[in-house]
């Protein structure tokens, strides 16, 4: 099993323009989240996703949206990326109600 | 709403000195505890948990944490660290109602050989 895979690895931008990250899980989790971790912040939950088909805010979801593609998959999308989108971003799944998470290797994301 | 504080945000010991890390959160109801430790370069992997029964649990790599449920505290203990145990440690609480994990800032340790 390869868990929680993320791309890309490393992503460079420039103001204004958009990409999006994507994220698969192989563990059968009914739940989806994605991080984002800025220094001595900790880890802000941008979004998630309790199961297939739904969606909702986090911490921090403004200048986001996000799919929930099937149950394997779950995508962030930066429309318009801003300097203050830099940051490392991690996707993480978990089985519904226990709290335990698993996490991807993350994205490292700069915008200039 | 729950929230997590860990009061050490950097931490500098000697190989072979014991380790406490402190953590504390707020949430009335049921919770499930976690500490998470990310190493130099790396994603974010589980070290323990407790979920009910034994407060004392034990984890991966000599770690243990104590859940004191009348202060609120899941403190991280290890008797004697190494400097691979150089890291950044998050404790996390989550509580069963909304599906979220909340984290606290993290503590960086650093070990010096």
């Known amino acids: 099993n390869a868990g929680v895979t993320q791309t890309p690895k490393f992503q460079v931008l420039k103001t204004g323009q958009s990409m999006t990250l994507q994220c698969a899980q192989d563990?059968?989790?009914?739940?989806m989240y994605w991080y984002r971790q800025d220094p001595g912040m900790g880890l802000r939950l941008i979004y998630y996703?309790?199961?297939?088909?739904?969606?909702d805010k986090g911490e921090v979801p403004n200048g986001y949206n996000v799919s929930r593609l099937n149950k394997r998959e779950f995508s962030l999308r930066l429309e318009s990326a801003a300097p203050s989108q830099t940051s490392v971003y991690f996707c993480?799944?978990?089985?519904?109600?226990?709290?335990?998470?698993?996490f991807g290797p993350g994205t490292r994301l700069t915008v200039t | 709403a729950q929230s997590v504080s860990q009061h050490n945000h950097h931490v500098i010991l000697s190989e072979a000195a014991s380790l406490e890390l402190g953590c504390n959160y707020s949430?009335?109801?049921?919770?499930?505890l976690f500490w998470y430790v990310q190493y130099p370069g790396q994603h974010l992997q589980l070290l323990l948990k407790?979920?009910?029964?034994?407060?004392l649990v034990k984890g991966i790599k000599g770690f243990e944490a104590e859940f004191i449920k009348s202060k609120f505290s899941f403190n991280l203990r290890k008797p004697s660290v190494q400097w691979s145990d150089t890291a950044e440690y998050f404790c996390?609480?989550?509580?069963?109602?909304?599906?979220?994990?909340?984290f606290g800032g993290g503590t960086r340790l650093m070990v010096k050989p």
């Open positions: 407790y979920f009910s029964g034994d407060p």
């Open positions: 949430y009335g109801g049921t919770v499930n």
């Open positions: 993480a799944s978990s089985p519904q109600g226990v709290g335990e998470q698993y």
């Open positions: 563990m059968n989790h009914n739940s």
């Open positions: 996390a609480v989550y509580g069963n109602a909304g599906n979220m994990l909340t």
């Open positions: 996703s309790a199961s297939e088909g739904t969606t």
